[in-house]
């Protein structure tokens, strides 16, 4: 099992910046590739970003490119979501999963391969 624990999110104005924070325990955090994801009400669920075990590979929702950054660090077990300018359609709850990983630069393709997944935190964006 992998425990995740999401932290960081809260209300902010449109154009400003918060930073997640995603912190695992229960297995070696470096042997599983990490997404962030979201979820707005009446709304899927949907990736945001995506890194690699390795953190060589990462991934982003069109809607975030540019403007979110997916970071992670082994020693500390921790995967980061910095966000910057961020918009009122950002807001929704963002989820942190894990799914364990052989290759070093495998990213999971689809929201439902995660195996394991945090409680989420809460993003809010007034405009």
């Known amino acids: 099992q992998v425990q995740l624990v999401e932290s960081g999110g809260g209300l902010v104005q449109s154009g400003g910046s918060l930073r997640l924070s995603c912190a695992a325990s229960?297995?070696?955090?470096?042997?599983?590739?990490m997404g962030w994801l979201r979820q707005a009400p009446g709304k899927e669920r949907e990736f945001v970003a995506r890194?690699?075990?390795?953190?060589?590979?990462?991934y982003y929702v069109d809607s975030v490119k540019g403007r979110f950054t997916i970071s992670r660090d082994n020693a500390k077990n921790t995967v980061y979501l910095q966000m910057n300018s961020l918009k009122p359609e950002d807001t929704a709850r963002y989820y942190c999963?894990?799914?364990?990983?052989?290759?070093?630069?495998?990213?999971?393709?689809?929201?439902?391969?995660?195996?394991?997944w945090g409680q989420g935190t809460q993003v809010t964006v007034s405009s």
């Open positions: 229960g297995r070696t955090f470096s042997n599983y590739a």
């Open positions: 999963a894990a799914k364990y990983a052989i290759l070093s630069d495998y990213v999971p393709a689809s929201t439902t391969d995660f195996g394991f």
């Open positions: 890194i690699s075990r390795s953190g060589g590979a990462r």
